[in-house]
Each structure stands twice: as C-alpha cells, then as structure tokens.
C-alpha cells in the first residue's frame, strides 16, 4: 500500500469524552462519525477529503471495535448507493466523495435516494473543491441540493462548528427523513483547530441487525405510483420538518454588532465566516478576537433557506448584503424573493459590488464590503489597512525576473513513468503525423501542457477512450485515447472499452498503469500489486480487456523503454487488425515509489549495509545544446546552466540533486536513443573494502588521463 500512513492521528479516534482533540478539519470528521453512532462509511478519494478515507482505512481496529463497516467504493456512484442501506433500516450511514465532480457521478444514486427519503441519518460529505487551486470545473453543490431537496450543510471553519454540523446533519437527516449533504471546503479541510471530545458510539441499530431483521417499505421505492408521492412528501411534511429542526437547533447563527451599525447587515456562507472577519478588521470593522461592529447572519444551513429568519435579521436594517461565492446567485434569488414577498423594503446587495463568479478571497470580499458600505454607511466604510508585508510578487526585482523567465507549467512528478508515455507519442506523430487525441482525469492530464502539447479534450473520469466513440470513422488516421488505471477501474472498462468493442471502435486506447490511484494519494486499486490485508489485488488490467473482448492488446512492462513504446504505439496506429487496439504501459508510480523504497533505503544506510544510488548527469563537454532532452521529457530535475566554455555560447543540459535515476532524460534525447552527453553515476553507501580498492584504481586511471589531456592542451594553446 501507498498511501500516506494516519497511524498516529487515528490514535485521537480513542480519545474519551472530555479530551481535546488537536488536528485538521477533515480529520475531526472522522471523529465526529464515531461519536454520532454511525454504522457504515463510504466514499471515493479524491482532493480535499482524501484523507478522510486513508483514516479510515488506518483506523480499521477502532471501526471493528465499534462495530462500523468501512469500505472504498469502486466509484461515487458506488459509494451514493451505499446509502440504501439507510432506506428502511435506522442505520446511521455516511459516503463522502470530491465534489462537484464526485456529485455528478453520483447523482443517479442521489436522486433515488432523495426521492425515496431515508430512515437513518444519511449524510453526503462532499469536499467542495472550488476556487483558483481546483483541478475541475467551478461549479457548485448547492444547484443539486436544490435539484433533488437535500438539505446543505456549510459550517463555519472551525472545528467545534464542524464536528457540530456531523453531529447535526444526523439528526436533521432523521427529523426530515432526507440525505443530507455536507459541504466541506477546502480550507475547513485543512484548517486546524481544537475541540472537546464526545465518547464514541456503537450503532444503535448495526448492518447485522438488518440482515437478521429485513424490512420492506414499498413506499419508499422509486416505482410509480410511490414516485408521484414523493414529491409531494418533499414539499409537504420533509420540507417543515426540515425548517422546524434547524430553527429549533439554531443551526444558523447570530453575531450581533455594535449599535452604531444596527442598521446594516451581513448574510453570509457558512464557510465564508473566517474570511469575512478577515476582511471586516481589514476596515477596521471587526477586532482581533473575530467580534464584528456590523451584525452577522451565518448560513450554517445554505438549503433550506429558513425565510422566518431572513426576515427577523433584515426587518430592522436599511441594507444588507450577502456574500454568496460563485455562480448562480441562488440564495440572492431566494432572499428577494422572500423580502419583496412580505413587504420587506430592505435594501439587499450582493453580486452588485461583489463578483457573480470566482473565489471569494479576503480581498475580493473587503472590496465588495467597501463598496457596500460606501452608499448606505459612508461614515463606516473605513480605507482597506494594508497588510503589514507586502507579497513577495509585488517586489520590483521579483517583478522583472517574471518578465524574463517563462512560468513553467504544471507538470509530472520528477521520474514520472508516464513522462515517457507521452514523449513515444510525440515521437509516433512525428513519423506519422498529428492524431485526434483525447485525455482522461489522471496526472497524465498534464499531457496536455508543455513540453508534451498533446490533447484535445477531456470529459470526464475513465472516459478518455469514450469520448474517442464519435470518431470511429473510416478515415487514413486513427483516434488515441488514454486513461489511467484508476480511471479504468472507476469507469472506463464498460463505457470505454466494453463500448469500443461493442461497437467495433478502430482507435487505439493508451491505459497508463502506474500500480495505483495516483492522482488521489495513491491508494491501491483492484490491479495494484501491493500485497493488502483488506483488499484483493493483483487483479490484471490485461486479463479484464481480454474478458470485456479486446483481441488486440500490447503490454510493456517498464515505460522507461521510449523506443519500445514509440514502435508499439506505430504499431497500433498502421495494423490491419480491426476493434480497438489497446495499450497497456507499465511502471510504478515514483511518487509512490519513493514513500516506499526511500525509508527502507535509509534504514539499510543506517545498518551499516551496503546500498547503491543510481544518479544521472551530464558532460557539459560533451552536450551540444541541444537540449532535446528537456523537449521530449521536462523533468523538473532537468535544467540549462552555463557551459563553462567562453567558446560554447549555449547553455549545456544539467541534472540537479532532485534525480531519482530513472534514465528518461538520456532515453528521449536524439528521437530516443541515448544520447552521449548523458552518464550514470552509482553512488555507494557503506562501501566495501573491494569498493574502495576499485575506486582507488579507477580514481588513478581517470586522473592520469586528465593530466594527460591537460598536458596535450597546454602544448597546443597559442
């Protein structure tokens, strides 16, 4: 197993009530679970709740004790439907994914949930991956919380309020009979704090109960006429019961101002709170303690919204504005709506001085809180105070250096094995020509950046080789497609390849299989080889291509072989074999690699044992300049530096400290054979005696040699 090991954070999981817990967000739900008495967790990893599930699964011994069955579902598809479990039975049960795009796979799971409404407590927790540092596409939750009617957490940012919204978002869920989702921002992901413990709870109401004791409720089946009433059931008795709880429960929260502002008001996002404070003591509005001058409404519940109290914190005040991060303006649609509806003539502002899309960062929301202020309280909009550092960016030095050196795009991991994937590809379209090509979810997207420009599109996990499926034409050149293991396991065996074969797909599939889920932290999957206690492995991409009728099928074992790949990949393009030709390129993650091999390295020096490290470099005598190693592979361990020779202008190719020695760099120069300029070092730890002597020798023979050379140089200088 790869991934990162949590041994000595799940050991807080044991912490009886009263103690106080120390951590991070997402390691606090974990917590909050135990204490809440849930019976079953789920989920697929993916940023920013994969540490979620990698606690999880460190934490197997707690969950045996209590009774809680944990698994890694093949999918969020397959996580959402976990939640059946909760349908007819008083079972607590929680799925989390990376969201939205998480959401999106999961969504017809959810609405059948949704629809069908639940008994135990179901809660979704969605890491709401949004904001300039996404890898997906800037979308919201809330749009489907409002699509299916499940109620949406968005708890403040710290960890009393998030261990609360767990703790609540059960209860809610059982009060309503409704899945509720839990919004867990990146930065209430990562935010670290404290909070006083609760005892862990066995489940009331366990799995096994149920499978002694089944039940049958066809009224919670989404089968007509059970499905009509459902949506009459939402509105009717799940919606009020909903609305009851959380006003009951103070869900949201109040923060009153100082009476100099009274008649002002902030409505706000939960998961906004920190940076709203932030931005109010930029103004001078709020002190060092996080205690606001102007009153605050805090949306800890952004669905549904409670109008009882929209209208009790807005009757008084002259103008409010509500903060409300990204596209579409669904609560500020809302809050007018029920203001103008009872004849509240207070002034809501919102995406009029603050932007409709894009992350509400401390600065965007001090300027669009300036901006509000400045009409309807001039007195208190207070000039922005400048922070007291100035960002190293704003720097004239730094600012010159940025106008000369090229930003260098986001890339592979220094000795990626998939590097040499893409640099075979580039070499099989230089004798063959351009292709259509499309990408999948992975590190392998990088493909699409410099130095490798290869790519047209990407729709979707494990979908690289179906979104090739409108190409299947006759025409002189062939569609490539790739997709990672991960991705091949989440969905590219039935709609990529299960599809190509079924309808005769002439491309040529590229499945990268670097032993993990790489991308996600690099947790096994069914074809990882690692030897795993709770899981099977070992399980052949190979031999499930072949079972899904693939009869065109290449596996190279070691990516490192740029050539092999390159003829391999030719080989495919100009076949006369019909269907889809598939690809399997091979090699560990060094990533992961690295996690495994480097500690066992570094116990065997510490032993005394004799260990080699290969290094890779090069002559800068030697070196032309090239520099198509740097073009076909852009290792971040590969740079330019100063030859050293006033008569060798250009700069030579360098190998800095960062190598792992996996030999790409010399494989891809000069289309792929090894160039000369490029040498390997071993470098030997605790040498032996036989070590030493040959390195004596060899050190003697290099030296008179060098002295020769330098002797013959003298005599021909002018």
Excluded at 162 to 186: C, H, Q, Y
Excluded at 606 to 613: D, F, M, S, T, Y
Excluded at 655 to 676: T, Y
Aim: glycine content about 8%.
């Amino acid at each position: 197993m790869a991934e990162r090991s949590f041994a000595k954070e799940v050991e807080q999981l044991r912490l009886p009530a009263g103690s106080e817990f120390r951590g991070e967000g997402i390691l606090a739900v974990t917590k909050a679970l135990l204490q809440s008495g849930v019976g079953y967790v789920a989920g697929y990893q993916g940023s920013p709740i994969s540490h979620l599930m990698d606690v999880l699964a460190d934490a197997k011994e707690i969950l045996d004790e209590l009774g809680v069955h944990f698994e890694a579902s093949a999918s969020e598809a397959t996580a959402a439907a976990t939640l059946a479990a909760s349908v007819m039975y008083p079972i607590r049960g929680a799925v989390t994914w990376k969201s939205t795009v998480g959401t999106n796979v999961a969504s017809d799971a959810l609405a059948n949930l949704a629809s069908g409404g639940v008994t135990g407590g179901a809660l979704v927790i969605i890491g709401e991956d949004y904001g300039e540092g996404s890898s997906i596409m800037q979308e919201r939750s809330h749009a489907f919380a409002m699509k299916s009617q499940m109620w949406l957490l968005d708890p403040r940012p710290n960890l009393e309020s998030i261990v609360k919204a767990v703790e609540d978002g059960f209860e809610l869920s059982e009060a309503s009979n409704t899945p509720v989702m839990l919004e867990m921002r990146i930065r209430s992901c990562h935010v670290h704090g404290r909070f006083i413990t609760r005892e862990n709870r066995r489940p009331a109401f366990s799995l096994a109960d149920a499978l002694e004791n089944p039940r049958r409720d066809t009224g919670r089946i989404v089968l007509p006429p059970a499905s009509f009433a459902h949506e009459h059931e939402k509105v009717r008795d799940r919606w009020p019961a909903a609305v009851q709880f959380i006003r009951e429960r103070k869900l949201n929260e109040f923060f009153d101002g100082d009476d100099a502002h009274a008649d002002l008001g902030l409505i706000l996002q939960g998961g906004l709170y920190n940076g709203v404070i932030r931005a109010l003591q930029l103004l001078g509005l709020a002190d060092a303690f996080g205690n606001s001058r102007i009153p605050l409404y805090v949306m800890n519940v952004t669905y549904p919204v409670i109008d009882d109290e929209v209208l009790a914190f807005c009757k008084d005040k002259r103008a409010v504005l509500l903060l409300e991060e990204g596209q579409p303006d669904y609560i500020e649609q809302n809050l007018n709506t029920i203001l103008r509806r009872a004849g509240v003539t207070t002034a809501l502002c919102g995406k009029d001085v603050l932007p409709m899309a894009g992350e509400y960062t401390t600065q965007v929301m001090r300027d669009g809180i300036e901006a509000f202020l400045t009409p309807h309280a001039p007195a208190a909009a207070v000039p922005a105070q400048a922070p007291a550092a100035v960002p190293v960016t704003f720097h004239p030095r730094i600012r010159d250096l940025a106008a000369v050196v090229p930003p260098r795009p986001a890339g592979f991991c220094t000795g990626c094995p998939e590097r040499p994937i893409f640099a075979a590809m580039k070499l099989a379209q230089a004798d063959l020509g351009e292709h259509h090509i499309s990408c999948d979810i992975g590190c392998h997207l990088f493909s699409i950046l410099p130095p490798f420009n290869l790519g047209a599109t990407t729709m979707g996990y494990g979908l690289g080789a179906a979104s090739s499926s409108a190409f299947n034409v006759k025409s002189g050149k062939r569609s490539i497609s790739v997709m990672g293991d991960g991705g091949f396991w989440h969905n590219g065996l039935t709609s990529g390849i299960a599809n190509a074969v079924f309808n005769k797909n002439d491309g040529v599939i590229v499945i990268v299989d670097n032993f993990y889920s790489s991308a996600t932290g690099g947790q096994d999957i069914p074809s990882s080889r690692a030897d795993n206690p709770n899981r099977a492995t070992k399980h052949p991409i190979e031999a499930a291509i072949r079972g899904a009728g693939v009869k065109w099928v290449r596996t190279i074992d070691r990516t490192y072989d740029v050539a092999r790949l390159r003829d391999t990949l030719e080989e495919a393009l100009t076949t006369s074999t019909d269907g889809p030709k598939v690809i399997i390129a091979q090699s560990e993650c060094m990533l992961n690699k690295q996690r495994r091999v480097k500690p066992l390295f570094n116990k065997a020096v510490k032993a005394g044992e004799r260990v080699v490290k290969e290094r890779f470099g090069v002559d800068p005598d030697v070196c032309s300049g090239d520099h198509a190693c740097i073009r076909l592979s852009g290792c971040p361990s590969l740079s330019v530096k100063d030859s050293g020779d006033p008569l060798k202008e250009d700069p030579v190719a360098h190998v800095d400290n960062s190598c792992v020695g996996c030999g790409n760099c010399g494989e891809v120069a000069e289309a792929a054979v090894l160039c000369p300029s490029f040498y390997r070092a071993d470098i030997i730890h605790n040498p032996t005696t036989a070590d030493r002597i040959k390195a004596r020798v060899r050190g003697a023979v290099i030296g008179w040699l060098q002295r020769r050379r330098a002797a013959r140089l003298a005599r021909h200088a002018l």
